[in-house]
């Protein structure tokens, strides 16, 4: 089992690549990270996006484009996003600012329920939040036999789930430029294009 921190996942590919990786086919990707086991799910978890209806269309295609395309392995999980206003102590002036919620949780939450359940032998966590430690220690408590490691997204790297999780590993730049989704494709019925925004 896959799970995936959209959040930390588009935000690395962004910082390293622009907009064009975005369209990333990431059961394909989830495909290669142990290819001589049976992949049960990738479990995606994000938050519809807030205040910003282009990019909360992208977003929602994208999530759409997956499940139609994989409806056996692909699993929304969605949390929230929360708007705060802060106040600059410099000069007095104020702005908005987004904070995504529930995704750590969730992940953590979803982890340990599916190790408990024997859902999966083997999980691989697409993220670089150390928030995570204490959701793959208990894991680790459930049973020794459960392999776990991170697959961390570009410029995301967690010094200590290295540490707790030895067997991680880096995504590289050439697995994510060759597994995208098709440009344009049909599933169930409904077409689906890579944003021309993410071009």
């Known amino acids: 089992m896959v799970y995936i921190?959209?959040?930390?996942?588009?935000?690395?590919?962004h910082q390293e690549f622009g907009r064009s990786t975005l369209w990333l086919d990431v059961v394909e990707l989830a495909q290669t990270f142990r290819p001589a086991q049976r992949l049960?799910?990738?479990?995606?978890?994000s938050a519809p996006v807030l205040d910003n209806p282009a990019a909360q269309g992208r977003q929602?295609?994208?999530?759409?484009a997956l499940s139609a395309k994989y409806p056996q392995q692909f699993t929304p999980i969605m949390g929230r996003y929360q708007k705060k206003t802060i106040t600059c102590f410099?000069?007095?002036r104020q702005h908005q600012h987004y904070e995504e919620k529930e995704t750590d949780v969730n992940i953590a939450v979803t982890l340990v329920a599916d190790a408990a359940r024997h859902e999966m032998d083997s999980a691989i966590i697409v993220s670089g939040d150390s928030d995570l430690a204490p959701a793959v220690r208990a894991v680790g408590s459930i049973g020794a036999h459960l392999f776990v490691a991170a697959?961390?997204?570009p410029n995301r790297v967690s010094k200590h789930l290295k540490q707790l999780m030895p067997a991680s590993f880096n995504v590289?730049?050439?697995r994510i430029k060759r597994?995208?989704?098709?440009?344009s494709f049909t599933?169930?019925?409904q077409t689906f294009t890579k944003p021309p925004y993410w071009a």
């Open 5 to 13: 921190d959209g959040y930390n996942l588009y935000h690395g590919m």
């Open 40 to 45: 049960i799910g990738v479990k995606y978890f």
């Open 60 to 64: 929602a295609h994208y999530i759409d």
């Open 90 to 92: 410099g000069c007095g």
């Open 151 to 153: 697959a961390f997204p």
């Open 172 to 174: 590289d730049r050439k």
């Open 179 to 183: 597994l995208q989704l098709p440009q």
């Open 187 to 189: 599933a169930d019925g």
